[in-house]
């Protein structure tokens, strides 16, 4: 496997073409957050997925859903982010997903999005 860096993978996984957002950069950034390897950055990676969830790409904001519940997954095993993070994310979540209006789960040229199922699986934590 390619190894990648976290700018890389951050950038990968703003991409329009599916194979190097759902098959390289998404599994690669789950890996990355459940090893512990961006631990030290947390709180910005969850910053920047909140931000992300105002993009004008709608695969750049359900995959920011994605990375941002891992995020919030890893801080429950870690601790590592503040209460203040976390309820910045909440916050940011709880305005985007209401608030989404491209609720395609398929795209014949950016793959699969689905803003809805991404959402809930943020929810489910």
Same mark, same amino acid.
């Given at each position: 496997?390619?190894?990648?860096?976290?700018?890389?993978?951050?950038?990968?996984?703003?991409?329009?073409?599916?194979?190097?957002?759902?098959?390289?950069?998404?599994?690669?950034?789950?890996?990355?957050?459940?090893?512990?390897?961006?631990?030290?950055?947390?709180?910005?990676?969850?910053?920047?997925?909140?931000?992300?969830?105002?993009?004008?790409?709608?695969?750049?904001?359900? %995959? *920011? $859903?994605?990375?941002? /519940? #891992?995020?919030?997954? +890893?801080?429950?095993?870690?601790?590592?982010?503040?209460?203040? !993070? @976390?309820?910045?994310?909440?916050?940011? %979540? *709880? $305005?985007?997903?209401? /608030? #989404?209006?491209?609720? +395609?789960?398929?795209?014949?040229?950016?793959?699969?999005?689905? !803003? @809805?199922?991404?959402?809930?699986?943020?929810? *489910?934590?």
């Amino acid at each position: 496997m390619t190894e990648y860096s976290r700018d890389d993978l951050l950038t990968m996984l703003r991409s329009a073409d599916p194979a190097v957002r759902d098959e390289v950069a998404y599994p690669a950034m789950v890996h990355r957050i459940g090893s512990g390897a961006d631990d030290d950055d947390l709180i910005a990676l969850g910053d920047e997925m909140a931000q992300r969830l105002k993009d004008p790409e709608v695969q750049v904001r359900t %995959f *920011a $859903a994605l990375i941002l /519940a #891992e995020a919030v997954e +890893r801080d429950m095993v870690t601790g590592r982010a503040t209460t203040e !993070a @976390v309820l910045r994310w909440r916050d940011a %979540f *709880a $305005a985007w997903y209401p /608030a #989404e209006r491209d609720l +395609r789960g398929w795209d014949d040229r950016l793959g699969w999005l689905h !803003a @809805v199922a991404h959402g809930a699986d943020a929810l *489910a934590l």
